[in-house]
Nanobody, 127 residues
Framework: QVQLVESGGGLVQAGGSLRLSCAAS????????MGWFRQAPGKEREFVAA????????LYADSVKGRFTISRDNAKNTVYLQMNGLKPEDTAVYYC????????????????????WGQGTQVTVSS
């Protein structure tokens, strides 16, 4: 049974930073790309960032490029999302997700390409 558990969310002032973590278990973490998505109140869930299974490539939504950094530690089965320069519009529930197939060449922003999801962690940015 694959499990993804996010942590690190909270309340922060605009301009501040947070680091989210997602601990994975139940499959060979190092062979699957990982992604972060978010869902703001009243909005659809949207792609934030993804990292290749090897860690050699990343992909970002335009809205977070230059402010957020995705990384992974395959020895710890954990993926991270470092969020700097937070804005009120970053307020959302953040979810990590695991690619539905292993060792793919490409990175994907579509939710349908991810097979497992965490329960989410709330990030609130005050102005």
């Amino acid at each position: 049974q694959v499990q993804l558990v996010e942590s690190g969310g909270g309340l922060v002032q605009a301009g501040g930073s947070l680091r989210l973590s997602c601990a994975a278990s139940g499959r060979t973490f190092s062979t699957y790309a990982m992604g972060w998505f978010r869902q703001a109140p009243g909005k659809e869930r949207e792609f934030v960032a993804a990292i290749k299974w090897s860690g050699s490539r990343t992909l970002y939504a335009d809205s977070v490029k230059g402010r957020f950094t995705i990384s992974r530690d395959n020895a710890k089965n954990t993926v991270y999302l470092q969020m700097n320069g937070l804005k009120p519009e970053d307020t959302a529930v953040y979810y990590c997700a695991s690619d539905r197939l292993s060792q793919r060449i490409s990175l994907y922003s579509a939710e349908t390409e991810y097979g497992y999801w965490g329960q989410g962690t709330q990030v609130t940015v005050s102005s």
